[in-house]
């Protein structure tokens, strides 16, 4: 079966760096883009930005622009989020999601991962 895996999350500071990973299994990883959503108790999930099949077109919230990378290696099955210059704002759980349409709906994101926490201290 399909399966996401996060990893990376943990506590630092405000102005301090993360890099997620999403580890990717049971599905053929190139054909599909791949998001990272972030939720937080009480609010609805939050879209950071997405990656097309080939790493060739991004794109991010705009609360994150500027300041948070997505990449992948299609070789080992693996989506990056490099998170810079983090602020308390950014604590959540952040996910990572498959979809099969880079330009289709947030509807669209049918695998999802667990998700790794993120904590970012003031």
């Known amino acids: 079966q399909v399966q996401l895996v996060e990893s990376g999350g943990g506590s630092v500071q405000a102005g301090g760096s993360l890099r997620l990973s999403c580890a990717a299994s049971?599905?053929?990883?190139?054909?599909?883009?791949m998001g990272w959503f972030r939720q937080t108790p009480g609010k609805e999930r939050e879209f950071v930005g997405k990656?097309?099949?080939?790493?060739?077109?991004?794109l991010y919230a705009d609360s994150v622009k500027g300041r948070f990378t997505i990449s992948r290696d299609n070789a080992k099955n693996t989506v990056y989020l490099q998170m810079n210059s983090l602020k308390p704002e950014d604590t959540a759980v952040y996910l990572c999601?498959?979809?099969?349409?880079?330009?289709?709906?947030?509807?669209?994101?049918?695998?999802w991962g667990q998700g790794t926490q993120v904590t970012v201290s003031s």
């Open positions: 049971g599905l053929t990883f190139s054909s599909y883009a």
């Open positions: 990656i097309n099949w080939s790493g060739s077109r991004t």
């Open positions: 999601a498959a979809n099969a349409d880079y330009s289709g709906s947030h509807q669209g994101y049918y695998y």
